[in-house]
């Protein structure tokens, strides 16, 4: 087993990396609290293949242990399926010192987690994330929430876990389309701060797709790392979160564009070509490396392009993005593999058609 230690301003917590759930229940006894009783929330994909496993091992506590299932699917990250899981948190009986047990992919961990941050005005929550998205993105940074009335993420708050535990035999579970898309997220951490990272996802690759433990907790520790690092320093220097944005202005446009048909890293995969091509004209991002970058998308079998979407389309669309303020455009781009920083407004509607026609 292999930790990594987190600080945040709020709460230390530990990401502890396996490959099967044997330690944790030392892990939640190292917490040193006393919790009344235990409630894993997973989907019912997710239910099925690990819930009973966690639930026997929580079991050991002597404490009442109650799993709770919501329907899954990023449409049901919504206020009916909160309703339903307060209502099963009240029923079994959970109180200020019980632990919720956020199990699954960033859906589970966003909506367990607002579970944990709202009721009786928060309680303690642990992440067990299961999809490689949630491993190395959406279990670290305290976000949790639902989406509302069509818009994502609306509702919510910062609430940090007590601990995340990931094991990453679940991975072997998890469809193959899924893990590709949690690959564009490790790939776009190599990009924004570590060019020795990049390397080692050019050389590990078919260790990675094996699914090589060693070589997943490596990669998985590192990408948690980058992304705490970057969101902790944001606590301090505002906006420095936003490097973590590279791929996903043009990214969540086409996957806007796209109905949410297409996952998410795929987006941001297209996104990605095209951050390095704007890149390229704005600050001289080298094209050897960008060409890098493109093969190494293609490696891991991410999308380049998007064959049916105008770039004047996909162009308007980037003024829709709620974080974009006013009608100022913000990149995230690359000097070099590795060195990121942020671009407010430089660049011309042509230089940004001219990305986005390539894609
Ligand atoms: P998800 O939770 O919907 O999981 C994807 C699919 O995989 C689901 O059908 C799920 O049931 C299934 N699944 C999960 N683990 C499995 C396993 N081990 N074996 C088999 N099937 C498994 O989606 P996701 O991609 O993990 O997360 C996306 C969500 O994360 C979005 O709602 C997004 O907004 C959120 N997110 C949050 C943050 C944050 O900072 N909080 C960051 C990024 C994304
Ligand atoms: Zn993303």
Redesign the pocket.
Known sequence: MQRLDVETKSKHYEILVDQDFLDLVPAIRGLDKDFSSYHVVS????TP??QREILDALAGFGKPVHGVTFP???KN?NLSTMEAIYQALIENGADRKSLIVAL???????MA?YAAATYMRGIAYIQI???L??QV??S??G???IDFNGY??IIGAFHQPELVYINTA??K???RG?FT??MAEIIKHAMIKDAAYFDFLELERERVQALDHEVLTSMILRSCEIKSQVVSEDETEKGNRALLNFGHTAGHAIERLMDFRML?GECVSIGMVAAARLSAAEGGFPPAEAERLVRLLEAYGLPLAVPDLSAESVYEELFHDKKTMGNTLTFALCRRIGDSYLSKGTLTKAQILEALDQV
């Open positions: 989907d019912d994909n997710v293949l690990y899954h699917g990023e990250k699954g992919g960033g859906v589970a961990g966003d987690g994330p299961t999809t998205l949630s993105d959406s670290i940074g976000k949790t929430g994502k993420n679940t991975l579970t998890l469809p899924e898309s949690g998410h």
